[in-house]
């Protein structure tokens, strides 16, 4: 999903739980606050704090939705209403099932792109079936900057196209907290267009194949183990991924190609008896057979969620194969939990398009603060500032955590 483009957030009309959350861990008798109790005391001085003494009752949604206005290096200046809503599916208890989401926003920026993602992750009773579900359009003119890790930051210009993705699987309990699934996968590239690209030598993406459209399709495989009870901001818990995608002209493709992604997450207390979080992230995305288009290599922030990479722009490094490594350590600031901060560090590696070596590590580093938008569902509101190599700076926002 593209990163939401939240930077100042206008005060927005949300719903949540009228629910109580006393945080009895950490901060005993400590009443929890977020954005929408400020709001509240602001609209009405004489407001009381929502409250509900069963605050992850079946079927309860915990809904979150807010309009923004915003800049990242991506999209220039843009308006968005994001939104998210997590409910439980099965049962109240939220130790054994995960709990559900569902995630989309519309945005149109500065750069005349649209942007239309929704996700989900449902857990059915007992945490049986995940079903996910990924879908998205995008008019999206964007930067490139070539293949491999030697490219220089001056030399990207623009790609104009529009797409269409549509992902869905089904995933199935074999053990605890272990699933495998499969899906289909549809992605569909058009009206792709150069814009004022480097006169002279032919670029990247001439070298590599040019078309005006690109279409992939096929199935997906995938083995999972998700420890985590709610990945919108994960306390504890491992998260495992292997997902294989082949695709084929029989099923629409252009052409017959595989793709392997490797990804690994942690959450770890630390100090053990606080809210602090260390955790780690590791995103590795492999090109096993064939040539996948252009615009579906690996490549900067190109994951579900457009979050690796921070301190680099989306699309920045682009190769057959790319290896990401990241780290977070995630802190409270106030203990009614509406303030929160992080740094983090991360470090990227693409591919040489010919050699297939590894030849340039491209780092990052940065820090952030968390506002709390919706104390039930745990939902942060995300603005970080991040530093990479050759100058590359600049905002990222997501609404949840970035991982």
């Known amino acids: 999903m593209i990163r939401p483009l939240l930077f100042l957030a206008i005060l927005y009309p949300a719903l949540s739980l009228h629910a109580q959350y006393i945080d009895t861990t950490v901060n005993p008798g400590v009443k ?34 807010f309009p923004a206005v915003g800049y990242t290096l991506q999209t220039g200046f843009a308006g968005v209403i994001s939104a998210n809503a997590a409910f439980y599916i099965g049962s109240h208890n939220h130790e054994t099932e995960n709990i559900s989401t569902i995630i989309t926003s519309i945005a149109y920026t500065s750069k005349s792109q649209i942007i239309f993602p929704i996700a989900s992750s449902l857990w059915t009773k007992d945490n049986k079936y995940n079903i996910l579900t990924d879908w998205r359009f995008l008019k999206y003119p964007s930067e490139t900057y070539g293949l491999g890790g030697h490219t220089q930051l001056d030399s990207g210009y623009n790609l104009d196209y529009s797409y269409v993705k549509l992902h869905q699987a089904i995933l199935k309990k074999m053990a605890t907290d272990f699933y495998a699934g499969i899906g289909y996968d549809f992605d569909y590239f058009y009206n792709i267009s150069e814009i004022n690209p480097p006169p002279g030598d032919e670029t990247d993406f001439e070298q590599y194949g040019i078309s005006h459209t690109e279409k992939a399709s096929g199935i997906s495989l995938i083995l999972k183990y998700d420890s985590r009870r709610n990945p919108i901001n994960p306390e504890k818990g491992i998260y495992a ?47 096993v057979g064939g040539s996948p288009p252009y615009l579906l290599l690996p490549s900067t922030a190109w994951d579900e969620f457009s979050n690796t990479g921070r301190g680099y722009i989306q699309g920045r490094f682009r190769s057959l194969n790319m290896i990401d490594q990241e780290v977070e350590y995630r802190f409270a600031v106030t203990r009614n939990g509406l303030f929160g901060g992080v740094v983090f560090a991360n470090a990227e590696s693409f591919s040489d398009i010919l050699t297939g070596k590894y030849e340039v590590i491209s780092p990052g580093a940065g820090l952030g603060i968390r506002i709390m938008l919706n104390k039930f569902s745990r939902t942060n509101i995300a603005l970080d500032y991040a530093w990479g190599t050759q100058g590359s700076r600049g905002f990222f926002v997501n609404l949840g955590e970035v991982f």
Do not use: C
Not at 45 to 54: A, G, I, L, M, Y
Not at 57 to 62: D, I, L, N
């Open 32 to 65: 929890q606050i977020d954005l929408l109790d400020i709001g509240q005391r602001i609209l009405n001085k004489k407001s009381v704090d929502r409250e509900d003494v069963v605050i992850n009752k079946k079927g309860r949604v915990h809904f979150s939705a």
């Open 241 to 287: 991924n292997i997902l294989f995608q082949p695709k084929f002209t029989f099923m629409g493709s252009d052409a017959n190609w595989q793709s392997l992604l490797l990804e690994f997450r942690s959450y770890i207390k630390f100090p053990y008896k606080s809210r602090n979080i260390l955790a780690f992230w590791s995103y590795n995305w492999f090109t």
